[in-house]
């Protein structure tokens, strides 16, 4: 298996510009999520899937949609990038919709520079 | 909102000297989850404790749970290079399921 899978790794985006952050996960997990990390701020909540076909916000979600049309993949979106969407951001799944209950997958994360 | 607070933010030790970090919560928990992200690296799944005063030791790691479950920590005795990192905590978010992960705490380490 290969767990989880993000692509790019690194991306560098001007002001206004969008694009999609891939993830995709081989495990046949329920529970998939989207996180960013930020200097000293720790691992915030963007958006989460307990299913496919279905989506919800979590702590951070403006600027971000995102979709899950199959099991496997969570991409996430950027609208109209912004200097403040610099980060690390990192995709996640879980085997179970309780997913508190079940260790969470990472994927290696991409590194996103907003000029 | 619900918080999950961990400190130190920071802590600098000699190789060989112990490490704690401590994770609170304002409420009860369900459950506690840690997690080890290396420098440059992705958060990895340590553990998870579930009942009341839940004691697991993985090697030099030991990890605890508070009586009123509101409280965790992980002890690592006699550092190595091998532990540097950023170690975090993380807690169910209410019913929702979600986890709030508390801000971490980067251990480096003095060879």
């Known amino acids: 298996n290969a767990g989880v899978t993000q692509t790019p790794k690194f991306q560098v985006l001007k002001t206004g510009q969008s694009m999609t952050l891939q993830c995709a996960q081989d495990m046949n997990h329920e529970y998939m999520s989207w996180y960013r990390q930020d200097p000293g701020m720790g691992l915030r909540l963007i958006h989460y899937?307990?299913?496919?076909?279905?989506?919800d916000q979590g702590e951070v979600p403006n600027g971000y949609n995102v979709s899950r049309s199959t099991t496997e993949d969570f991409p996430l979106r950027l609208l109209s990038a912004a200097p403040s969407q610099t980060s690390v951001y990192f995709c996640?799944?879980?085997?179970?919709?309780?997913?508190?209950?079940?260790?969470?997958?990472f994927g290696p994360g991409t590194r996103l520079t907003v000029t | 909102g619900q918080q999950v607070m961990q400190i130190p933010q920071y802590q600098h030790v000699q190789e060989g000297e112990d490490f704690t970090t401590y994770c609170n919560s304002s409420t009860t928990l369900s459950n506690i989850q840690w997690y080890k992200q290396r420098p440059g690296g992705h958060p990895v799944f340590l553990i998870q404790?579930?009942?009341?005063?839940e004691v697991k030791k993985q090697k030099r790691l030991t990890f605890q749970f508070g009586e009123a479950k509101k409280n965790s920590s992980l002890h690592i005795t006699a550092t190595q290079t091998t532990d540097v990192g950023t170690y975090f905590c993380?807690?169910?978010?209410?019913?929702?399921?979600?986890?709030?992960f508390g801000k971490g705490t980067k251990l480096s380490v003095k060879p």
């Open positions: 899937s307990v299913g496919a076909g279905i989506t």
């Open positions: 993380a807690a169910p978010r209410g019913s929702q399921g979600n986890l709030i």
């Open positions: 996640a799944s879980s085997y179970s919709m309780l997913m508190s209950s079940y260790e969470q997958y």
């Open positions: 404790l579930v009942k009341s005063g």
